[in-house]
């Protein structure tokens, strides 16, 4: 990796992100130059493979992804920012603070951590939607649930995907249950108590699915109704949560419109890579139609950008693209690409739990402070 020499004052007129996470190269440099701003974005992923192993003390700083004690979560502040953008950003960190421009380009608002409840219900229910599979709709789910239930939310999440990928990633083997939502929407006088599963998360609860819900987009086709089975399935269940999420399959079937018709709003996460915006016509256009036909308290509460990478123009560009497209819908909150995600699921816990002070954690608490500030503005 080519290293220029160039002395720490070339950081000062890029702001405190590069700043901080200089701090970080520095204490990992070997050769005894400096990188530039410039350089260093290979400088992160030397500090990432070179790891303990280089001898160096370990510094979290380097792993841009275990944010410090009392530093606010800044997505991106999680790579070092292209140069060309960095100019762009005030010189100094105070300004930066209050001129904040979130990576979407707007300002970015404070969202206040909600106050302690009460009492609970009845629930608001959000659907996790997108045909376009690998976007991050489970990952959301189960991240943006616990960090409401972090808030002392009750919150219960819905498995709507054959595949099981949620009950998986919350560390529950999907091929030895007896009892799934496929149950709950088949079977009359069927109580969700006998399928409720409790998490590890404290006021956090699953209805969990696996293989057998393929069967119910067949089966469910000649029933009455067939379109509102999961909002009957779900109403008994409204008084005791103040959340419910469903995670969806990534299809507009029958379990989909299902899923759309229970819900209050849609939450639709959309990968920061080229091909992102396709089909997200079809989508709208079939959240539409279910708002028109079937479920008129349906909107469309928010895009979440996810995977964003802000150390490539390309996820910027993208970003860009969906913000013209959808203007206020996008969240201020966007989710970075971190290998953290991955690991949550093979763990089988929530990031919040996995990797508390990470900063995937820190994005979906803050992720979960926007939607419930979205939720009190109504
Ligand atoms: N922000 C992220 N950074 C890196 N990897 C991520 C991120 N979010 C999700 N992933 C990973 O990407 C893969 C797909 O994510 P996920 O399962 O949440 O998508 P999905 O939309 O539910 O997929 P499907 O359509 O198959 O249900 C998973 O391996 C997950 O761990
Ligand atoms: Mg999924």
């Known amino acids: 990796m080519p290293v220029r020499d160039q002395g720490p004052a070339g950081f000062e007129a890029v702001g405190s992100v590069a700043v901080r996470t200089f701090a970080a ?62 100019a762009t950003l005030a010189p100094d960190a105070a300004r930066q603070r209050r001129e904040r421009i979130g990576p979407t380009g707007r300002p970015l608002p404070y969202f206040p951590i909600p106050g302690p409840l009460t009492d609970h219900g009845p629930a608001k229910i959000i659907a996790m939607c997108n045909q376009k599979g690998g976007v991050g709709k489970t990952t959301s789910t189960i991240n943006l649930g616990a960090a409401l239930a972090e808030y002392g939310r009750r919150v219960l999440l819905v498995d709507f995907d054959p595949q099981g990928a949620l009950s998986v990633g919350l560390g529950v083997n999907p091929m030895e249950l007896d009892l799934t939502v496929y149950n709950l929407l088949m079977e009359r006088g069927m109580a969700a108590d006998e399928v409720l599963l409790k998490t590890a998360v404290p006021n956090m609860d699953l209805l969990p699915s696996n293989i057998d819900l393929s069967a119910a987009e067949v089966q469910l086709v000649s029933e009455v109704a067939r379109e509102s089975t999961l909002q009957r399935a779900l109403k008994p269940l409204m008084a005791d949560y103040d959340y419910i999420v469903i995670d969806c399959q990534p299809s507009l079937g029958l379990l989909t419109v299902n899923a759309l018709t229970a819900a209050h709003k849609v939450i639709v996460p959309l990968e920061c890579e080229f091909f992102a915006l396709r089909g997200v016509a079809l989508l709208t256009e079939t959240i539409e139609k279910v708002q028109e036909r079937l479920n008129p308290e349906l909107e469309l509460d928010g895009i979440l950008a996810t995977m964003y990478d802000s150390r490539t123009v390309h996820s910027r560009e993208v970003l860009a693209r969906v913000v013209e497209a959808f203007d206020d819908h996008v969240y201020h909150t966007v989710i970075g690409r971190t290998v953290r995600f991955p690991e949550t699921t093979v763990a089988g816990e929530p990031i919040t739990t996995y990797a508390s002070n990470s900063v995937g954690a820190a994005a979906y608490r803050q992720l979960a402070r926007e939607v419930l500030a979205r939720c009190h503005a109504e």
């Not at 260093?40 to 841009?64: E, I, T, W």
């Open 25 to 86: 190269h520095q204490s990992h440099q070997t050769t005894g130059t400096t990188l530039s701003a410039h350089q260093s974005m290979d400088g992160h992923h030397v500090n990432a493979m070179a790891g303990d192993g280089s001898g160096a003390p370990h510094n979290h700083f380097a792993d841009y992804d275990e944010l410090p004690e009392g530093h606010f979560y800044d997505p991106d502040a999680e790579y070092e920012p292209d140069p060309e953008y960095a």
